[in-house]
């Protein structure tokens, strides 16, 4: 039993007091960054890098870590409580876990967040130390056709998403995609769209976008009620903790989200960004009443917070063992090691078990630890609510500037995030839902990326989309998505021509 | 009455360089990186900040001005004050590449900036994904003769210093290859090590683990000598490829107007400094050789480098914008 023998040296690793306190602090850390809206997980680990030099690696990593997935969990307090998602995987959170929010169901969303947090990174967890060097090799066998496919069934999704007008929906995601063709061109090197600006050769901003669109635009909208619909957010709180139905209505929501951001999150050309989606996706299509969804169902925010939670967890795989990174906290996380003196790669696992399998180990207990620290915390962040909006509107600003800002240390990202919240009120106005748009900005560029270099390792011959199984996979799902979208509205036309 | 106050703050400027000189540093240094943190650029930063803090007891923030090919933050290295309170890590991109494939670059090494000394140099190593028939560099390029523009080679980017290396190699030999550019250097070689692409152009550090593992097989370094991480692998000159010459390096800058005093002392710190055995430890893990080169010649190399560049550039046709 080799993985045994592995895992006790893993936990030797964990348990020892320096490594538990370091794991905490650094769990502690990430939901705290997590719930302040804007301030990331890239900025902290950043800061915190200098002092990871003078710690052992295993260590180092084990805070830094702890920190990436404690932002996480943080991260859906603030998506659910103020509407901001701080990463494009808690974009979903926002859809349901906000709705909650404002009937007065705060708590159980946060609730229900934290446990299929829980749930979620104990099971990639556990994939991770199983199946870690088998599941590289998929993550390596996986080309561009298959990425492009998988991410034409994520835009295909994308639609789904919407709670209210599918064409508003369409022309969000198009929208999106328009966006996303700004900056550099992978292929060619073009500079495109920036009109000369240097900040946008790297493409717009997603955190700012996000920021903008969601947070100050639903402040902008809130000052405008002059509290009206605020009153119902205040006055009821409800209850703290979901209850015992809720949590049986959300069970398989949280397996299948957990199965597929395990899944998901190996494949580091944005796997793990598209697995809260795609678990959302997954639920509203197979729901009994999927019209709730997006009014504050359960089950929305259940599933694409196990799928973000997993996909962050199993992301660990390319990382440590191919050494490439699939966000900027990995990337960080790289450099990390870089300054160690230890170049991530195959040859970890291998050279390096202590360090590998400590990582592990430290993800059961960080987990542990998230639980721990955030159900008795939901009480807190839900009496946050009743805090005068007076009050909680400057604080939101405040804190959406600074982690703008601190991305990029450039003041051109703030015009950015003015931009978008001026966008992002007049589509509010008009009834068109950003998530469409978000999901269109992320995954354009990246798809045609993909595309284009199939096309150009295939010599241009497009039938390599069709001849790899995975990608016709993609595409056929993606084609079936479609037709189950289209098929009730083709019929309720019909029906309506047909009255007349 | 202007005039006077003209001289009294030349006058000033000048007793205050006097003071600095000696004291320098008085208070916190910072060192911009063009780039986000966690890259080999940065690592560089942070590495030598630490030292540089722990001899000097003042702070060395390492600000990343990541974007724009590196515009935003050499530009405003540039602009900053040259009291040596401001520093720049970069790299080849900036000086070597940006300004031979950009038409127009905000920055200009000679006008705008001094050297301090090269940090860390690195080789670009021709790759093949170990499950090809090709066994050496010779093979690599018959194969691409064969079939010419069809041969796929993955690099970290269009216009990047690996590309132009690539491009040279196929000026000089006639082996033309198909570019296949990723977004940065650790997917490139992922796609190499998984097939993805029969071969790849990559940074050493990019290449290592998985030469280590054996997924590629490195066939030639682009540098004059071969490298002791890896004394193996033939250099492109000792099999045919003489001119091909270039490397990977990281260097640290000052504004132009820096007093001379302040960086002499900047030079010898940093020298000191790179010479300790552990800083060349975590240099080499990556595959680097730690710098330490006087300022003039690594002046002297960066114009040559340009040199060579714009030549590549211009027989290859490669364009950024």
């Known amino acids: ?500 | 009455m202007r005039w006077t106050v003209g001289v009294f703050s030349v006058l000033l400027a000048l007793a205050g360089t006097q003071v600095q000189a000696q004291d320098f540093p008085t208070k916190p240094i910072r060192i911009l990186v063009p780039f986000a943190p966690g890259g080999f650029v940065d690592t560089a930063a942070r590495i030598v900040g630490q030292k540089l803090h722990e001899r000097w007891g003042q702070q060395v923030i390492v600000e990343n001005r990541p974007g724009g090919n590196g515009f935003i933050a050499v530009s405003a290295a540039a602009k900053s004050p040259a009291d040596g309170y401001t520093l720049l890590m970069a790299h080849t991109g900036e000086f070597v590449v940006n300004p031979a494939v950009f038409k127009d670059v905000p920055y200009d090494f000679d006008r705008d900036f001094v050297p301090i000394t090269q940090i860390n140099d690195a080789p670009i190593v021709w790759v093949v994904n170990s499950n090809t028939p090709h066994q050496t560099m010779q093979d690599l390029m018959n194969a691409a003769k064969a079939s010419p523009g069809k041969l796929g080679v993955s690099s970290p980017g269009n216009g990047s210093i690996n590309h132009l290396v690539m491009e040279w190699t196929t000026l000089e030999t006639g082996a033309k290859f198909l570019h296949v550019p990723y977004k940065g250097g650790a997917p490139a070689m992922a796609a190499t090590a998984g097939g993805e692409v029969p071969a790849g152009i990559a940074a050493l550090s990019s290449a290592m683990p998985h030469m280590q593992s054996g997924r590629v097989r490195a066939v030639a370094m682009s540098t004059a000598t071969r490298t002791p991480v890896f004394p193996a692998v033939p250099t492109l000159a000792e099999i045919g490829v003489r001119n091909v010459q270039s490397s990977i390096w990281v260097g640290l800058f000052a504004p132009k107007a820096v007093p001379q005093p302040i960086l002499d002392k900047l030079y010898g710190e940093v020298a000191t400094i790179l010479a300790m055995p552990d800083v060349k430890a975590r240099f080499a893990a990556g595959g680097g050789v730690t710098g330490g080169m006087k300022p003039a010649e690594f002046a002297a190399k960066i114009r040559r480098e340009y040199a060579d560049a714009k030549k590549v550039v211009a027989a290859a046709n490669v364009k950024a914008e």
């Open chain 1, 1 to 500: 039993m080799d993985i045994l023998s592995n895992l006790a040296l893993g936990f030797g690793v964990a348990i020892s007091l320096k490594n538990l306190l370091y794991c905490f602090f650094g769990v502690f850390l990430g939901t705290l960054i997590g719930v302040l809206p804007g301030i990331g997980p890239v900025a902290t680990v950043a800061m915190l890098l200098p002092l990871t030099f003078n710690l052992d690696p295993a260590t180092a990593m084990i805070m830094l870590a702890g920190i990436y997935y404690g932002a996480q969990y943080g991260g859906s307090t603030t998506a659910i409580l103020v509407n901001i998602p701080g990463e494009s995987s808690s974009v979903v959170t926002t859809l349901d876990g906000y709705q909650m929010a404002r009937q007065g169901r705060a708590g159980p969303a946060l609730g229900i967040a934290a446990i299929a947090s829980f749930v979620a990174g104990t099971f990639a967890t556990l994939v991770v130390a199983l199946f870690s060097p088998p599941l590289a090799e998929i993550a390596l066998k996986f080309q561009p056709a298959d990425y492009f496919s998988l991410m034409v069934f994520g835009l295909v999704g994308a639609v789904v998403l919407a709670r209210g007008s599918l064409r508003k929906a369409i022309a969000m995601v198009v929208l999106g995609l328009l966006l996303g063709l700004v900056g550099t061109d992978v292929n060619s090197g073009a500079i495109r769209f920036t009109f000369g600006i240097p900040a946008l050769a790297e493409g717009i901003s997603f955190v700012a976008l996000a920021m903008g669109m969601f947070g100050i635009a639903e402040v902008i909208y809130n000052l405008e009620q002059r509290g009206k619909s605020r009153e119902v957010f205040t006055s009821r709180l409800g209850s703290v903790l979901p209850s015992r139905d809720d949590l049986k209505l959300c069970l398989w929501s949280i397996a299948r989200g957990t199965g597929l951001g395990a899944v998901l999150g190996i494949l580091p050309g944005g796997g793990a960004l598209l697995s809260s989606f795609a678990a959302y996706t997954i639920e509203k299509k197979i729901a009994k009443a999927p019209r709730n969804f997006g009014d504050g169902d359960i089950r929305g925010v259940a599933a694409p917070e196990a799928a973000n939670n997993a996909g962050a967890q199993t992301s660990f795989i390319p990382m440590l063992t191919l050494g490439v990174p699939s966000n900027p906290t990995m990337a960080l996380m790289i450099g990390a090691l870089t300054i160690q003196g230890i170049q991530p790669g195959p040859q970890v696992l291998s050279q390096r078990p202590e360090l590998f399998w400590g990582i592990v180990a430290s993800m059961w207990i960080g987990n542990l630890f998230l639980l721990a620290l955030n159900l008795p915390l939901v009480g807190l962040w839900v009496r946050l609510l009743a805090v005068p909006y007076r009050l909680l509107f400057p604080a939101i600003l405040v804190f959406c500037c600074i982690g703008v800002f601190t991305i990029n240390n450039n003041v051109f990202d703030l015009f950015q995030l003015v931009a978008f919240a001026g966008l992002g009120y007049v589509l509010l106005k008009l009834g068109c839902e950003p998530a469409p748009l978000i999901l269109g900005l992320v995954l354009g560029p990246m798809m045609e990326e993909y595309l284009r270099r199939a096309l150009l390792i295939s010599l241009g011959d497009p039938m390599v989309l069709v001849t790899s199984p995975l990608s016709l996979a993609f595409l056929l799902a993606a084609a079936g998505l479609l037709i189950s979208i289209a098929v009730p509205l083709i019929r309720a036309k019909r029906e309506e021509a047909m009255k007349e």
